[in-house]
């Protein structure tokens, strides 16, 4: 049984009705053995007439296909690029590139997955001061100077997080508590070695807290040792390096 179309269907249009009419009158012309030579001519004239119409329509259709793989190529590159940008912005600090807290204590926890794990705590000393005397724009530039002479400082594969106004994380993997106390003298003495170019004159120095801990250990752990020693050495004067109580029995 014939299929009937449905009711209120659009009719399908044949983009090449007009080329399918002209090649069927072309084939009956060719089955007829009665017609003149004048059929003959008139009858493949009319197909090579068509035939140029889809031979222009195609190019037509290609070079607007070629154009649209190109748009869709190009808006396809920048999606990848602000995607790109959003997942840095998710895990960077927007003031000085470095990893958000977020960000550190999901790489902290990566990291202890395969192996053990130093911790440098450090915390930026009478910073309050330095926002009242000199303006908050000057307190940012601080920050991101100690950011860049800690980036100066930290061996390759250490990696740098703000974790609070003032404060910053620095991972230190497979590092022992001797090596990484040496490392967070080293950053100690990069900060406090010179003035900073944003307050003339004007040395600034943090105060530091270290601990270790195993692989698969306690990063939340680790973190609040080596903030307990950061505050050790913010009340035994400031501007030094402590080692967290528990990784000097251990």
Same mark, same amino acid.
């Given at each position: 049984?014939?299929?009937?179309?449905?009711?209120?269907?659009?009719?399908?249009?044949? =983009?090449? $009705?007009?080329?399918?009419?002209?090649? $069927?009158?072309?084939?009956?012309?060719?089955?007829?053995?009665?017609?003149?030579?004048?059929?003959?001519?008139?009858?493949?004239?009319?197909?090579?007439?068509?035939?140029?119409?889809?031979?222009?329509?195609?190019?037509?259709?290609?070079?607007?296909?070629?154009?649209?793989?190109?748009?869709?190529?190009?808006? %396809?590159?920048?999606?990848?690029?602000?995607?790109?940008?959003?997942?840095?912005?998710?895990?960077?600090?927007?003031?000085?590139?470095?990893?958000?807290?977020?960000?550190?204590?999901?790489?902290?926890?990566?990291?202890?997955?395969?192996?053990?794990?130093?911790?440098?705590? =450090?915390?930026?000393?009478?910073?309050?001061?330095?926002?009242?005397?000199?303006?908050?724009?000057?307190?940012?530039?601080?920050?991101?100077?100690?950011? %860049?002479?800690?980036?100066?400082?930290?061996?390759?594969?250490?990696?740098?997080?703000?974790?609070? +106004?003032?404060?910053f994380s620095i991972l230190l993997p497979c590092a022992s508590l001797e090596?990484?106390?040496?490392?967070?003298?080293?950053?100690?003495?990069?900060?406090?070695?010179?003035?900073?170019?944003?307050?003339?004159?004007r040395v600034v120095t943090a105060s530091f807290g270290v601990s270790t801990?195993?692989?698969? +250990?306690?990063?939340?752990?680790?973190?609040?040792?080596?903030?307990?020693?950061?505050?050790?050495?913010?009340? +035994?004067?400031?501007?030094?390096?402590?080692?967290?109580?528990?990784?000097?029995?251990?």
């Open positions: 049984m014939l299929s009937t179309p449905e009711a209120g269907a659009q009719p399908q249009h044949d =983009l090449f $009705e007009q080329e399918a009419a002209a090649l $069927e009158r072309a084939l009956r012309v060719r089955d007829n053995a009665t017609l003149a030579a004048a059929d003959y001519r008139a009858a493949l004239g009319d197909l090579a007439l068509h035939f140029e119409r889809l031979m222009r329509e195609s190019r037509r259709l290609i070079r607007r296909s070629d154009r649209e793989e190109r748009e869709l190529n190009v808006l %396809n590159s920048e999606l990848h690029r602000l995607a790109s940008q959003l997942e840095y912005k998710a895990r960077h600090d927007s003031l000085t590139g470095a990893l958000n807290r977020g960000a550190i204590f999901e790489r902290a926890g990566r990291l202890l997955e395969c192996c053990p794990l130093a911790l440098v705590v =450090l915390d930026i000393d009478c910073f309050k001061s330095i926002n009242d005397a000199h303006g908050h724009p000057a307190g940012d530039a601080v920050i991101c100077e100690v950011v %860049n002479r800690l980036r100066q400082s930290v061996p390759v594969g250490a990696e740098i997080g703000r974790v609070g +106004g003032e404060e090596a990484a106390l040496q490392r967070a003298e080293a950053m100690r003495q990069a900060i406090a070695s010179r003035p900073f170019d944003c307050l003339p004159g801990t195993p692989q698969h +250990g306690s990063f939340g752990d680790a973190y609040a040792r080596a903030d307990e020693a950061m505050f050790e050495a913010k009340r +035994g004067g400031r501007n030094q390096v402590r080692a967290a109580a528990a990784a000097l029995q251990g």
